[in-house]
């Protein structure tokens, strides 16, 4: 193991020192609470419990590692990690208080006071240090994007314009959030008859055996990687056979280096035919949008292979959630090369807001009846 990935967890000391603070704020809390006085530090007895407990509260974040990767990760996915952290430090003290018969000392009403507030505290605390982190990790990638000689003018006067107008995005950012919980809920309620529907379809498919959902990991918000959802639209191996078809076909080659996608793909199935023809298989993506990985209208959901083809657009697209419908779609889909995929979302970060975002809803659903764009 290379010593880099050995010490990791070292890259975020501050949230694993916020964390200890935390306690030991959470610590004098609980036992004023209890004897109204702090003399604790007085007594070798508490003395030596708070050593304890802060000892666990060390060991355990070093080995679970929950700050590894924490700007990377969605609140909710911390908040799982935070819960587990939580959790162990509660069970590994209860078992050692009762091996060391210590619990008459330090009350289980005076232990669950303390967890609390630590709880409370190292929340809040651990939440507004990630946003001032992440505000100067993305400042900072701003400026090596404005100093990169490889992106426009244009994208480097949007990054300014976009410093300046973050208060306004928070308006629309909230409202965009709430329609897309009213329309992932009912996206979702209707994905379970549809879901059914497929799933027979599949089974009726002789040459087809596979599972009806297909999982892949897109690139999210701020560069947040997440699995979205499909309806597996093609054979199980179709990676495998994109592999080989592109090296048995250069034409076929070219074609997808400028389109990223095949017309007339051989790995397609009889019953994703119709789901691609009919934009079906994009259904399950209201799960993604319920769960808040992604937005009913938003920039395309790239791959992380097409990363280095983003070049400067990057940072740009991934401020907002990918969308299960956006300009992209509406511009003519599998007919836009992949260069002016990455334009139109620039212009659709240009020009957000909640009107265009239901002009965009209200085309998508027009596209879908005429079956136009879906390949």
Same mark, same amino acid.
């Given at each position: 193991?290379?010593?880099?990935?050995?010490y990791?967890?070292?890259k975020?000391i501050?949230?694993?020192?916020?964390?200890?603070?935390?306690?030991?704020?959470?610590f004098?809390?609980?036992?004023?609470?209890r004897?109204?006085?702090?003399?604790?530090f007085q007594?070798?007895?508490?003395?030596?419990?708070?050593?304890?407990?802060?000892?666990?509260?060390?060991?355990v974040?070093?080995?679970?590692?929950?700050?590894?990767?924490?700007?990377?990760r969605r !609140?909710?996915?911390?908040?799982?990690?935070?819960?587990?952290?939580?959790?162990?430090?509660? @069970?590994?003290?209860?078992?050692?208080f009762?091996?060391l018969?210590?619990?008459?000392?330090?009350?289980?009403k005076?232990?669950?006071?303390?967890?609390?507030?630590?709880?409370?505290?190292?929340?809040?605390?651990?939440y507004?240090?990630?946003?001032?982190?992440?505000?100067?990790?993305?400042?900072?990638?701003?400026k090596?994007?404005?100093?990169?000689?490889?992106?426009?003018?244009?994208?480097?006067?949007?990054?300014?314009k976009?410093?300046?107008?973050?208060?306004?995005?928070?308006?629309?950012?909230?409202?965009?959030?709430?329609?897309?919980?009213?329309?992932?809920?009912?996206?979702?309620?209707?994905?379970?008859?549809l879901?059914?529907?497929v799933?027979?379809?599949?089974?009726?498919n002789?040459e087809?055996d596979?599972?009806?959902?297909?999982?892949?990991?897109?690139?999210?918000?701020n560069?947040?990687?997440?699995?979205m959802?499909?309806?597996?639209?093609?054979v199980?191996?179709?990676d495998?056979?994109?592999?080989?078809?592109?090296?048995?076909?250069?034409?076929?080659?070219e074609e997808?280096?400028?389109?990223?996608?095949i017309?007339?793909?051989?790995?397609?199935?009889?019953?994703g035919?119709?789901?691609?023809?009919?934009?079906?298989d994009?259904?399950?993506? @209201?799960?993604?949008?319920?769960?808040?990985?992604?937005?009913?209208?938003?920039?395309?959901p790239y791959?992380?292979r097409? @990363?280095p083809?983003?070049?400067? !657009?990057?940072?740009?697209?991934?401020?907002?959630?990918?969308?299960?419908?956006?300009?992209?779609?509406?511009?003519?889909?599998s007919?836009?090369?992949?260069?002016?995929?990455?334009?139109?979302?620039?212009?659709?970060?240009?020009n957000?807001?909640?009107?265009l975002?239901?002009?965009?809803?209200i085309?998508?659903?027009?596209?879908?009846?005429?079956?136009?764009?879906?390949?």
């Open positions: 193991m290379q010593l880099k990935d050995k990791t967890w070292m975020h501050d949230f694993i020192l916020i964390d200890l603070i935390s306690l030991v704020i959470a004098v809390l609980a036992y004023y609470n004897f109204s006085k702090l003399d604790m007594d070798q007895e508490w003395s030596s419990l708070f050593v304890i407990i802060c000892s666990i509260n060390l060991i974040s070093f080995c679970l590692s929950p700050y590894s990767g924490v700007l990377k !609140y909710y996915q911390q908040f799982h990690k935070e819960v587990l952290l939580f959790i162990y430090q509660i @069970f590994i003290t209860f078992a050692i009762y091996a018969k210590i619990g008459a000392i330090f009350s289980r005076m232990m669950f006071t303390m967890y609390a507030y630590y709880f409370v505290i190292s929340q809040t605390s651990k507004i240090n990630k946003k001032i982190v992440a505000k100067k990790y993305s400042r900072k990638k701003q090596e994007l404005s100093e990169d000689e490889n992106v426009s003018k244009g994208i480097r006067d949007l990054i300014t976009n410093e300046k107008s973050e208060i306004k995005n928070i308006i629309y950012l909230f409202i965009k959030r709430i329609v897309d919980i009213i329309g992932g809920i009912v996206g979702c309620i209707l994905l379970i008859p879901t059914i529907i799933f027979i379809l599949n089974k009726l002789e087809d596979g599972p009806v959902f297909y999982v892949q990991e897109r690139i999210g918000k560069g947040v990687p997440f699995n959802f499909k309806f597996r639209s093609m199980v191996d179709a495998e056979k994109l592999e080989r078809f592109l090296e048995e076909n250069e034409d076929v080659r997808f280096m400028m389109y990223r996608k017309k007339n793909d051989p790995r397609i199935t009889k019953v035919k119709f789901l691609r023809k009919t934009s079906l994009e259904f399950p993506q @209201f799960i993604n949008v319920l769960m808040g990985d992604m937005s009913l209208v938003g920039p395309r791959l992380e097409e @990363f083809d983003m070049r400067g !657009y990057y940072d740009l697209i991934v401020k907002y959630k990918p969308g299960v419908t956006g300009l992209w779609q509406i511009s003519g889909r007919d836009v090369r992949f260069s002016e995929r990455l334009d139109i979302d620039i212009e659709y970060h240009k957000h807001s909640i009107f975002d239901i002009k965009i809803l085309k998508t659903v027009g596209l879908v009846l005429v079956k136009k764009g879906a390949m």
